[in-house]
């Protein structure tokens, strides 16, 4: 499948179509930059230091894979968003982080959905207490812009819908606390289709558009 397809595919569901790069070389990403992408998300704080000064300026960054407390300093002011707050540990620290930097961060609590024990993100209790901690007056050097989630690997279709349903249902559950949330982070390669079907406002796609990678 094409960019330009997954791109139509994306604009006719008014979804905003993230380029997943993570091992990409940057000649890759040039290429894709140059046909007019310029949102990207790698997984790891080392690879995007190290790709950023190697490309254009404009390039929006989000981090979507697992984040230690330890590097949040070094990315906070790298990326345009954090999709992958799974703890209200890990929130804590971006907060104390931008913070320091007088800077204020847009980011995505990172939700299990996935039957898996394996995939990492935050239940739904926990999404509700940070969400009422905002109105407390917490957080106030971060946007909480919305939920992010990843669907269990399998060939089942319908439980794949149906997590993506949950999710788009506990983002709704959420905005009753707290209506500034906008966006819906869910579908990649494999289950993007199903995800825009489901409510996705934001496509994370990689090895379909960049090929398999090693
Ligand atoms: C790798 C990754 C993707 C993209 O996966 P593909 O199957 O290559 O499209 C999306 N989201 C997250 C969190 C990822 O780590």
Known sequence: MSYTQILSDAQQ???????????????????????????????????????KPQLPDDIRWHLIGQLQTNKVKKIIDQVVMIQSID?????????????????????????????????????????????????????????????????????????????FRNLHQLLEEGQTIHPEMDILSMGMSGDYSIALEEG????????LIFGTRN
């Open 87 to 163: 703890s209200t540990r890990l929130l804590d620290y971006v907060q104390k982080e931008a913070a320091k930097k007088e800077l204020k961060i847009d980011v995505l609590l990172q939700i299990h959905i996935a039957e898996e024990q394996s995939k990492s993100g935050m239940q739904a209790d926990e999404m509700k207490q940070i969400l009422c901690k905002i109105k407390e007056g917490n957080y106030s050097q971060v946007n909480i812009r919305g939920l992010m989630g990843i669907t269990t690997l399998t060939e089942d279709r319908q439980q794949i819908r149906s997590e």
């Open 13 to 51: 569901h008014n979804a905003k179509l993230i380029a997943v790069s993570k091992t990409q070389p940057i000649d890759k990403i040039k290429t894709l930059y140059d046909q007019g992408q310029r949102d990207f998300g790698e997984n790891r704080v080392q690879e995007i230091l190290l790709k």
């Open 200 to 207: 996705s406002t934001m496509i994370r796609v990689g090895s």
